[in-house]
Each structure stands twice: as C-alpha cells, then as structure tokens.
C-alpha cells in the first residue's frame, strides 16, 4: 500500500522484507566517523602544538567544537577565533586550536602588550 504524507512518498515494509534487509547487512550502522573527529584525531597525532581550521560555517565550528572533549577530553584542547568574515549565513570562521601543554599555557597567558 502506498500512501503520500505531505510530498514524502511511503510505503509498507513487511517483516520478511525487513528480516531479509537485516541479513543483508543493510540495517547495520556504517561505522563511518565525523570528518571532524578523523580531523582531530590527525592532530592528536601530529608533533605541532596547534593546528588552524580555515573558513569554517557556524555549523561546521559548532560541531568540530562539539568534537574536542571526545578526542582529547576536557581541557586539553583551546579555541581561539583568528578571524571572521562575511556577514549572514555566509559568515565564515578561522579556529585556531592549541593543544595545552606547560609550554604552550607559557604563550597563551602572554598578554598583548603595546
């Protein structure tokens, strides 16, 4: 039977057809991570004590954010915004990320003084 709800096209799925999916394999989760996770995880790895992500969307900041505590755990990691351009929803952003080490917190706590 099919039916429409809105302009999203439907229909009935019986249990042998789901049963027959499911021995396929096609009801098993991907197993595919975050780009943002392999992209943290590549810096976990990497000997430079900070890495910058350039022209990132509010979205795309908001989850490689998200990402941080996942991969490093809390506090192990800053943030600082370089720059920001664009206006709306073409706002683009560059993150710098900083791994916390005693060097490290040395340059961070450095106020800029002119």
Avoid: C, W
């Avoid at 991907?30 to 022209?55: H, M, N, S």
């Avoid at 989850?63 to 192990?76: C, E, M, S, W």
């Amino acid at each position: 039977m099919k039916g429409t709800s809105s302009s999203i096209k439907s229909r009935h799925v019986e249990l042998s057809e789901l049963r027959k999916l499911a021995s396929e394999g096609a009801l098993s989760k991907r197993g595919r991570k975050p780009k943002y996770r392999t992209f943290l995880e590549g810096f976990v790895e990497a000997p430079v004590p900070a890495i910058e992500a350039l022209g990132l969307t509010v979205s795309e900041m908001t989850q490689l954010i998200a990402q941080i505590p996942k991969v490093f755990g809390h506090g192990k990691v800053s943030t600082r915004t370089m720059k920001k351009s664009g206006e709306g929803k073409d706002t683009r952003y560059d993150i710098l990320l900083v791994k916390r080490t005693p060097e490290t917190e040395k340059v961070l706590a450095v106020k800029n003084v002119k």
